[in-house]
């Protein structure tokens, strides 16, 4: 090792207070931003990740430190920081959160970075080295065209989905996200070439590829088109491997999209459901769902399944038009529903989401001693007032609610008709063990939610 070398410290924090999502090999997700900082920094630099997916954070020495960290995980990333600004070691911090918040972020870190950091990463890089770091970057929407490829070889080698980035924003714009806020509201692709070079590089490890479009298939026929030209190119490379992504319910719309993602090795597709009742998607400006309906939702589902695909159903509880009656009604027609794997929410005002900016502007917003606070805003606990139901009676119609939706009947149930609408043991395992997993996530601890007196009530 040269130590004339400088080092570059990229971390990766977890939330210590909720840990569900790293409980399974499965479900942790590989912090690709760190990635592609570090394909961004001179070869002079060596670079380590430290990921507190696998392992808690101990000191090391560095000569500068990069965080990323999401709202839940983001006073973990403070902390972190602090150990090292007391150190003298400059710190600069990025990701959704920081950008969303950077004058919170400001407060314990040396610089923040606003947006896409790549594009402003040398500059930063630069400024490190000369000792005159800015205290803010903004970093651009860049093309995607000839990027450099994320160090995948500085990921921790447990991962068991490798995650490749096709595209980057979303139109969509609802409510409660705030993609479109950091990435933009359109839609910018890789050229397939370039994905194709990326997968070569990295095959033949054994690992499944998750591919973490915030939608795969677009909302158009020309994206549609553009998720063809890739399907089709994995398919002539001959590389074998099974993907997941994320998309919206028009998807089933083309039954070639389908078919071509299907030989192409896709295996499960997430799809935003969020709600049944029109006055709830509505709240939450799902506009997909509500000109497809929900009482289409059992159709577009078995569309996809017949192609031997698996859906990972996503459901938010406790929607601004929700009353108490609708939480057991949400339940229970998840319950009937043919989607194989259930993942759950609450309601959470994310910063830079238009939902917050509603619910600060009608103070309903019930946790916000932040920083401490951001690490309940986790999809699982209760950190706003509801317009319509008391947080004590939503604590309790959720606790009934999950029992209802990941009993171990229902589950067993949900594996034997994956089995049936796809005929592949091995996917309805996998929908098997996801309803699993989202029951552990969702039981790991109590819900928790902010009284009127800032007492935190369990």
Not at 106 to 118: F, M, R, T
Not at 304 to 309: A, E, N, S
Not at 333 to 359: A, C, E
Request: with cysteine.
């Amino acid at each position: 090792m040269n130590p004339s070398r400088k080092t570059l410290l990229l971390i990766n924090p977890a939330n210590p207070y909720r840990r569900g999502y790293l409980l399974r090999r499965e479900s942790k997700q590989v912090p690709l931003g760190l990635g592609i900082i570090a394909a961004f920094t001179p070869k002079d630099w060596r670079i380590i990740i430290a990921d507190e997916n696998f392992k808690t954070f101990r000191y090391r020495d560095a000569d500068l430190v990069g965080i990323t960290a999401v709202t839940a995980s983001v006073n973990r990333g403070y902390e972190i920081a602090t150990q090292y600004r007391q150190r003298g070691v400059p710190v600069v911090m990025g990701g959704i959160h920081a950008s969303m918040c950077p004058d919170e972020t400001l407060q314990y870190v040396d610089s923040v970075v606003i947006g896409e950091a790549e594009s402003i990463w040398p500059q930063v890089i630069a400024d490190a080295e000369a000792g005159c770091l800015k205290q803010i970057y903004h970093g651009a929407l860049l093309h995607l065209e000839k990027q450099k490829i994320p160090r995948h070889d500085l990921y921790h080698p447990l991962y068991v989905w490798r995650s490749i980035q096709t595209s980057r924003g979303c139109p969509m714009d609802c409510d409660f996200c705030s993609v479109t806020s950091f990435n933009g509201g359109k839609f910018r692709f890789r050229p397939v070439e370039e994905i194709i070079e990326e997968l070569r590089a990295y095959h033949g490890d054994g690992r499944n590829i998750f591919f973490v479009d915030d939608n795969i298939g677009g909302i158009t026929k020309d994206h549609q088109e553009r998720a063809k030209e890739l399907f089709r190119a994995i398919i002539r490379s001959g590389m074998k491997f099974n993907w997941f992504s994320q998309t919206s319910l028009d998807i089933a719309d083309d039954d070639e999209v389908l078919r071509l993602a299907s030989s192409s090795g896709c295996k499960v597709l997430l799809i935003g459901f969020e709600a049944e009742r029109s006055e709830a998607l509505h709240s939450g400006n799902k506009k997909i769902n509500l000109k497809k309906g929900s009482e289409n939702y059992r159709h577009i589902i078995r569309r996809i399944q017949k192609q031997g695909i698996i859906v990972l159903g996503t459901f938010i509880f406790a929607m601004e038009a929700d009353h108490p009656e609708d939480i057991i009604r949400r339940a229970r027609f998840i319950s009937n529903l043919n989607v194989d794997i259930v993942q759950t929410s609450i309601l959470t005002p994310y910063p830079g989401t238009k939902l917050r900016k509603r619910m600060e502007e009608s103070g309903l917003l019930a946790c916000h001693n932040y920083p401490f606070d951001w690490q309940y805003y986790n999809w699982e606990d209760i950190v706003i007032r509801h317009p319509h139901i008391s947080s004590p009676e939503l604590a309790r119609l959720m606790e009934k609610s999950w029992k209802m939706i990941y009993h171990p009947l229902r589950r067993h149930i949900k594996y034997l008709k994956t089995l049936s609408a796809t005929h592949d043991p091995m996917l309805a395992y996998w929908a098997w063990r996801g309803n699993w997993h989202y029951r552990n996530i969702v039981f790991e601890k109590p819900i928790h939610y902010c009284d009127k007196d800032r007492e935190v009530t369990i």
